[in-house]
């Protein structure tokens, strides 16, 4: 069947196709073996699809700790600052005693910097997710994908030019790939 | 797990189909139910032209009375917007994998409840129009927002809290629409593939959208329980006998997560049958939130004892005067009612039988929206009704047909956004209820999830 890319916005980005194989996996086990073989054979830019994260992809491919965490931690101290300048700043600028109480006060604007902290840290969050995948499909190009990968499929793709293509199709066949495709 | 528990094998390939299935074409009854919420957002939206035609005045306010149904309906639509957070975080933060079947409805319920809520300030101010003087700009007088008020508090909490569940909900759904997307043929496809926004389940997809969750869900948890203590606060900040407590903050979030999980309850029962989920969201499911429905209840009950042991043993007349009035004075139905479903109903869930039975689960679950609704009302109308400082002006608040309109127009407004969604978008975590699944292998270590 025709492959189409449902990645709207990969192809706004408009990243070039890469060539490669496919291998379509119907299990887990033959999946993380797969990504051992290749890491073994020196393989480190192919691409795994699941249809839900599995710990053990995770260790078979041996990944580095995401750094969308470094962005929930700068969003949230930004976001506390905000809170604080936008409390005290605009306190001080027409200044008000209300409840004689000092017209900077702290334990009420905390709830304001409370919320701030958490509206910026979950902001920054979804931006640090949207930036490292977009980053991440850049760098891999636009590549095969099957609509079965969401379904109950598990998927490799190695990029591979010319030369190296055969010896990558070998590979997914002998870790169990049920099906295996060139693009 | 549900393959434990039914002749049917529950495989990925299943979890998908059964949850596509459910956005196909509309049955009748589904129309039915639609057009029901649409004519009781028309009578909520007829309302409120006659309020704005001819002023506040034909809402039931009365002095003392100023804050009277439409806040009591702005405080249970917050509540109930809270358990879909409690699900989706909290028991993500626990691990705990039955959360799976029924988180997103719950987080559905959750956004589509904090926008209800958010009408009811609206409504209540009576100038609509000028509603961005909460908004903290700068203007030519060179004023600003008064830091101090908790309602300033509230409007940064339920901003915050809205935007937080809303991105949370939608952040879920990308996975999913994703596996819906690979289904669906014509226009559904193009809506799907658009929304999904290129997700393909690709390694450092997954990657960066674990972690992404995690802090969210990290997130949300304090966020969950900030929110309805700064509603409480709204309350518990004035004077007045009933509500000057600090048991306020918990004894809202206790009785916001019990409505709420109230609330998933009445909603799940139908959309299981209707959609012939009964594989997916299965009796474990239903027993799982009774005992939070019985965990909460529990703890609201305790802080009913609490509210009228310290009213007795503070000694202050006024308080002692206050929850007499409550429990006596002209609306006893209305406390009695509350006591009755919130801190006796409950009770029953200790039953097995009765928390494996869903008609009786359901049933309950309407007495406890019920329930939390008129705790709501108690607290703030009829502490304001009997406040002791102006004696002299005390009045007995009825509402009028303009307040049970408003609050049928959102009950309306809530259902239509329910029912759009439910039918748009996978009502069940497709991803998520298959983490809880074994995963296929083919060799015969099973190692157990």
Known sequence: MALTLPKPLIDLLNAPPTPGVLGVFSQLDGTTDAIKKLRAAGHTDFTVYSPIPRHEIEGALGQAVSPVRMFTLVGGIAGCSVGAWLTLWMSADWPIVVGGKPVGSIPPYVVIMFEMTILFGALSTILGILFNTLFAARRAGTILYDPRFTNDRFGIFVPAGADKVAKAESLLRDAGAEEVRRG | MAEQTSPVRVTYDYVTRTIARTLGTPSRGYFLLLGAAVALLGVGVITLLFLLRYGLGLAGYSHPVYWAVFITCFVFWVGIAHSGTLISAILFLFRSGWRTAVYRTAEAMTVFAVMTAGLFPLIHIGRQWYFYWLIPYPNERGLWPNFKSPLIWDEFAIGTYFTVSTLFLIMGLIPDIAAV???????????????????????????????????????????????????????????????????????????????????????????????????????????????????????????????????????????????????????????????????????LLWIKKVRTNITALFVISIFVNIGMWFERYVIIVVSLAGEPYEPWANAVYNPTWADWGIMAGSFGWFFMWFLLFVKNFPAVSISEVKEVLAPPRSKASKAHV
């Open chain 2, 181 to 347: 997307r690979d289904l669906a043929t014509g226009w559904r496809k193009k809506l799907y593939a658009l929304t999904s926004i290129g997700w393909t389940g690709s390694n450092e997809q997954w990657r960066h959208y674990t972690r992404g969750y995690l802090y969210l869900a990290a997130l949300a948890t304090p966020l969950v329980l900030s929110v309805h203590s700064v509603v409480s606060w709204d309350f518990a900040m004035a004077l007045v006998p009933g509500w000057h407590a600090t048991i306020f903050a918990p004894y809202f979030v206790a009785g916001a997560i019990y409505s709420g999980c109230g609330m998933v309850i009445t909603l799940l029962t139908p959309i299981r049958r209707l959609f012939g989920l009964e594989e997916i969201i299965t009796v474990k499911h239903f027993e799982n939130l009774a005992k939070l429905c019985l965990l909460t209840g529990s703890i609201v009950g305790y802080a009913y004892v609490c509210e009228y042991f310290i009213a007795w043993y503070g000694g202050n007349p006024n308080e002692r005067a206050a929850f007499w009035y409550r429990a006596f004075g002209p609306y006893w139905w209305a406390t009695w009612t509350m006591i009755i479903c919130n801190a006796f109903l409950p009770l």
